[in-house]
């Protein structure tokens, strides 16, 4: 019952977090609400994997322990865009903080969707690295049009 709990809170944060995130890419008032919901995101992630972690098979746990090690850079990220974007203007340090964690977010959306499809290892490992790389290149498209306008 808890990791479901868990599961719902994390995934719903998530959502809001990357909802927030592409706010915050144009508009730093956003980004309180951007930060607060990775950091709860995470939490609930961190929440949901420990309660059932003794019942996942090794493959699995590799996954779910890579996702909770790519959550914590993400929160860190998102509190460096927060902190410069606090600090000065919007800036292109800032953007790639929130882009990253906005293609982290979607990478992992897309991950767990084909890891609960019950794909193999590979395939879900390979879907990993072909959404990371389509997002980035996604990225640097955005930022050459949102940079300038924001300074």
């Known amino acids: ?12 944060l998530g959502v809001v977090a990357f909802a927030a995130g592409c706010r915050a890419l144009r508009h730093s008032r956003a980004l309180g609400t951007y930060w607060w919901s990775l950091l709860g995101m995470a939490v609930f ?3 949901a994997v420990a309660v059932e972690w003794r019942v996942l098979d090794p493959a699995t746990r590799v996954v779910f322990g890579a996702l909770v090690v790519l959550a ?12 410069l974007q606090r600090m000065a203007a919007p800036s292109g340090r800032s953007f790639d903080h929130v882009g990253f964690t906005l293609v982290s977010l979607f990478d992992a959306f897309v991950v767990v969707t084909v890891l ?5 290892g590979w395939l879900i490992a390979a879907t ?15 930022r050459r049009r949102v940079v300038p306008a924001v300074g």
Request: glycine share 10%; no cysteine.
């Open 1 to 12: 019952m808890w990791h479901t709990v868990f599961i719902v809170l994390h995934a719903a």
């Open 45 to 47: 992630l961190v929440l």
């Open 72 to 83: 914590v850079v993400m929160v860190a990220r998102g509190w460096a865009a927060w902190r």
């Open 116 to 120: 609960n499809a019950g794909a193999p």
């Open 128 to 142: 990993g690295v072909v959404v990371g790389v389509a997002g980035h290149f996604v990225l640097v498209a955005v």
